[in-house]
Each structure stands twice: as structure tokens, then as C-alpha cells.
């Protein structure tokens, strides 16, 4: 059993494409920077977050902090298919409908329009620049 210390877990994303993924995150979701680090090679490589150093930029999504990596040589997108890993991030979100409208006015790109589901009110999926599901969830 983690006895975790803090109530969260911070999401790290290796970023094909930083500049498209940092706008996405912070200009069209509306996600405030919290720090902007340089993560050194020696420290990259010596707990295996990383072949070489980094910068990491991370972004507040309520207690949560979402990290962005811009790396030299990024791997490349990841193919839309369904495939293991992180496949999607869920934001919880007062009003579905209205927040699918703002979003999708400002150019976030939507895979359906929101529906209802069993255990919400409603729920909608955008996709982010690297193929991570954007799920909203209305409770």
C-alpha cells in the first residue's frame, strides 16, 4: 500500500509537438502555468524519466498538475487506434454542454457532441494534439 503524502497525482505528457500541446493546454483549455523547470540529463537518465534532459513545463488543473515535457528528438504522435497507456484525462466540469460550445468556439477539436451516460448528466470526448482523449464529465 502508497501512503501518499498528497491527495493527487500528477500527470506527466511527452509531447510530439510542445508548442501545440502547450497552447492546447494552456490557451484552449484555459490551464494556468504553475513552473516551467529544466529537468537535467543526469537526473532524466538517473531515474529513467527520459534519454537526455528536459524541460517540463507543468499546468495547474485544479490540484492536479498536468506536465508537458518538450524534449530534443520527441518521439512521434501516437496513432489515433485504440492502444495500451494513458488513453484519456478526465476534467470535471459544471456545465457539459456550455463548456463543449466554448471549447469547440475556440478550435478544440471534438469527437462527438456531448451525451448523457448512466452515471452523469453528460460527457464529452476532444482529442489533444498527441491523440490523449479529453474527456468532460458532468456530474
Known sequence: MLNLT???VDIAITCSHFEESLHFYQELLGLEIALEI????????????APRGF???RLRAGETLIKLM????P????SDEFAAGVRWLTFFVGDVQQTFEELK?????FLTN???????AGVVCAVDPDGIL???VQR
Open 114 to 120: 456531448p451525451i448523457s451516460a448512466p452515471d452523469t
Open 134 to 136: 479529453i474527456e468532460l
Open 55 to 57: 524541460r517540463q513545463v
Open 6 to 8: 498528497h491527495p493527487t
Open 38 to 49: 529544466q529537468i537535467p540529463e543526469d537526473v532524466a537518465t538517473g531515474v529513467a524519466l
Open 70 to 73: 518538450e524534449i530534443d528528438s
Open 75 to 78: 518521439p512521434p504522435r501516437r
Open 105 to 109: 468556439a475556440k478550435g478544440v477539436p
